[in-house]
């Protein structure tokens, strides 16, 4: 199985900061690499699939990179709705989460 | 508009089974495949398996092989996972979701409690 692995796992931060997340894979998932955002009590939502494609209607200031194994989520200046909780996931074989990132004031 | 619609919360004693269904609109129920996630209260998200819906194949986690159940009726474009001997570390809240970018619609989750 794919491990994927999040990091941090809590991260503190104010209105405009620029936030990035880190997602490493186990193994090499070619750029199968999704992130999605989580409220409480709500769904996930998909934000940016194939590493970098962001979704329609998600905000510009959210961006992807990386293939292979690396990968990486930049909120480039946060909002106040953006504070909430971000999964990496691989699809590439079946599919596996990270652990979640938890971003908070 | 494309949407999932999942059954309602369930209450069930350790050793019963459950089955959620997830109903489909709005899109071609046999194009994509579904995918059944969890997530514990407090924890994060853990994908239990997947479904065909136009050939009914299924893969399942390794961790829920043997007591997870994936199916669906084409007719009235809805799948069901029905996960059985239910223990107490299976209260969770129960997600479909449609991939065809990744997961990109969810359903609303289905809150499933196993309680003595």
């Known amino acids: 199985d794919i491990q994927m692995t999040q990091s941090p796992s809590t991260l503190s931060a104010s209105v405009g900061d620029r936030v990035t997340i880190t997602c490493r894979a186990s193994q090499s998932i070619s750029s199968w690499l999704a992130w999605y955002q989580q409220k409480p009590g709500k769904a996930p939502k998909l934000l940016i699939s194939?590493?970098?494609t962001l979704e329609s209607g998600v905000p510009s200031r959210f961006s992807g990179s990386g293939s292979g194994t690396e990968f990486t989520l930049t909120i480039s200046s946060l909002q106040p709705d953006d504070f909430a909780t971000y999964y990496c996931?691989?699809?590439?074989?079946?599919?596996?989460f990270g652990q979640g990132t938890k971003v908070e004031v | 508009q494309v949407q999932l619609v999942q059954s309602g919360a369930e209450v069930k004693k350790p050793g019963a089974s459950v089955k959620v269904s997830c109903k489909a609109s709005?899109?071609?129920?046999?194009?994509?495949?579904m995918h059944w996630v969890r997530q514990a209260p407090g924890q994060g998200l853990e994908w239990m398996g997947q479904?065909?819906?136009?050939?009914?194949?299924?893969n399942y986690a390794q961790k829920f092989q043997g007591r997870v159940t994936m199916t669906r009726d084409t007719s009235i474009r809805t799948a069901y996972m029905e996960l059985s001997r239910l223990r107490s570390d299976d209260t969770a809240v129960y997600y479909c979701a449609k991939e065809v970018r990744a997961f990109d619609i969810w359903g609303q989750g289905t809150m499933v409690t196993v309680s003595s």
């Open positions: 479904i065909n819906p136009n050939s009914g194949g299924t």
């Open positions: 709005g899109y071609s129920f046999t194009d994509f495949y």
């Open positions: 194939k590493a970098s």
């Open positions: 996931q691989q699809y590439n074989t079946y599919s596996t």
